[in-house]
């Protein structure tokens, strides 16, 4: 009788997605303590947005470039959560020496790095949230009831966005020796090209395409558009723009891991840290 061939083992897609979800707040992000979740969740937003109001005001501006503005930075820091926290992964199991240990793993890749995104989505979210409290308590930013619905699809898919853009810089951090420096190019190309603190249009015209090519732009303007009570059409065209920009970032970042996962692998970089 023939003996039957082994298969080699594949965990299934949720039981990986799920295993990473629980398991990467203890091991690739343990760095987020709870004492860095609530910095993240309710300080940054109110420093950075009290800084970039006191500047505008400083200069002059009126109340509503103030309001622009308190939205803008609100909105802005979820690239604390999003990019850099994801990002850093990377940073972490070459740190740690799992980085070799990961790779050859029979663990399908999206549901590996989706599942590790799943914490910094929900403090994303939460980061979005409590700085628009802020921007309206501080700033009197008018937020009303009626918008709150539209609102939350946008803050959601912004998260959503953002943190695929996150996994597409792990992706790129993963052949070089660090995400850090990568990760604050980001954050203020971010500041200074999405309309954080004065609109797009105001920039030159090879700068406004940069811009609408990063997911803060689109979420940043579905966000003031659902503030703004703006028609449901306006907001399902900036909303379709914003998870096209997330699935694009998914897509590129999935991409670059297998082919950055190569060149890793052959220059021994992945292993340097």
């Known amino acids: 009788m023939a003996t039957p061939i082994a298969t ?3 965990p299934a897609f949720w039981r990986t997605f799920w295993t990473n979800a629980i398991l990467a707040p203890r091991t690739s992000l343990g760095f987020m303590r709870l004492d860095f979740v609530l910095g993240t969740v309710f300080i940054i937003p109110l420093t950075q947005m009290v800084f970039f109001a006191f500047v505008v005001q400083l200069g002059n501006g009126g109340s509503a470039l103030i309001e622009f503005t308190a939205v803008g930075n609100a909105v802005a820091t979820v690239t604390y959560s999003s990019v850099f926290s994801v990002c850093q992964t990377t940073d972490t199991e070459k740190q740690q020496g799992t980085m070799e240990h ?4 029979p663990a399908n890749r999206f549901a590996l790095y989706l599942g590790r995104g799943l914490i910094p989505i929900l403090i994303s979210f939460a980061t979005v949230c409590v700085g628009l409290a802020y921007a309206a308590f501080l700033f009197h930013v008018p937020i ?6 539209g609102l939350a699809i946008s803050v959601v898919l912004t998260a959503l966005a953002m943190v695929g853009f996150g996994l597409l810089l792990g992706g790129v951090a993963l052949y070089l020796r ?3 420096i ?8 971010g500041l200074l090209l999405s309309g954080v603190n004065f609109p797009v249009s105001n920039l030159p015209l090879p700068l406004q395409y940069i811009g609408d090519a990063l997911p803060l732009t689109w979420g940043l303007a579905a966000i003031r558009g659902a503030i703004a009570g703006d028609s449901l059409g306006t907001l399902g065209y900036l909303w379709g723009a914003v998870a096209l920009s997330g699935i694009v970032s998914v897509g590129l970042a999935m991409g670059l891991w297998g082919f ?3 060149r890793a692998l052959a220059t021994g970089s992945i292993a340097r840290f």
Not at 144 to 149: G, H, R, V
Request: hydrophobic share 50%; proline share 7%; aromatic share 14%.
């Open 182 to 189: 990568l990760g604050n190019i980001f954050l203020f190309i």
């Open 260 to 262: 950055f996962e190569r």
């Open 144 to 149: 009303p009831l009626s918008t709150i619905p």
């Open 178 to 180: 660090t995400s850090i």
């Open 8 to 10: 080699a083992y594949r």
């Open 102 to 105: 990961l790779l050859v793993s």
